[in-house]
């Protein structure tokens, strides 16, 4: 049985920080990229950072860079995003998904995803 289970939302400040967590299992989780999106109401769900297989790779997006660090432990299924310098525009469900291809552009690609947490951040 395939989980991903995402953890570490809440309430923040602006300028706070936050540390996502999503635990894996049911999939030999070193064989998947791995991804972070978020979707706020009205809003397509967006990419936000990914990474390869093992670690060394990752990619964010634009609206991230330099606040947001992705990463992974393959000895415990789990896979991180590090969130500095929250803003309110940052405030979103936010859910991780898995990949067999790696870190693909298209939605479509990605095989897991996780049930999301919620992340609001205030001024």
């Known amino acids: 049985q395939v989980q991903l289970v995402e953890s570490g939302g809440g309430s923040v400040q602006a300028g706070g920080s936050l540390r996502l967590s999503c635990a894996a299992s049911g999939f030999t989780f070193s064989s998947y990229g791995m991804s972070w999106f978020r979707q706020a109401p009205g809003k397509e769900r967006e990419f936000v950072a990914g990474?390869?297989?093992?670690?060394?790779?990752?990619w964010s997006a634009d609206s991230v860079k330099g606040r947001f660090t992705i990463s992974r432990d393959n000895a415990k299924n789990t896979v991180y995003l590090q969130m500095n310098s929250l803003k309110p525009e940052d405030t979103a469900v936010y859910y991780c998904?898995?990949?067999?291809?790696?870190?693909?552009?298209?939605?479509?690609?990605?095989?897991?995803w996780g049930q999301g947490t919620q992340v609001t951040v205030s001024s």
């Open positions: 998904a898995a990949a067999k291809t790696g870190v693909p552009l298209i939605l479509r690609e990605y095989d897991y």
């Open positions: 990474i390869n297989r093992g670690g060394r790779s990752t």
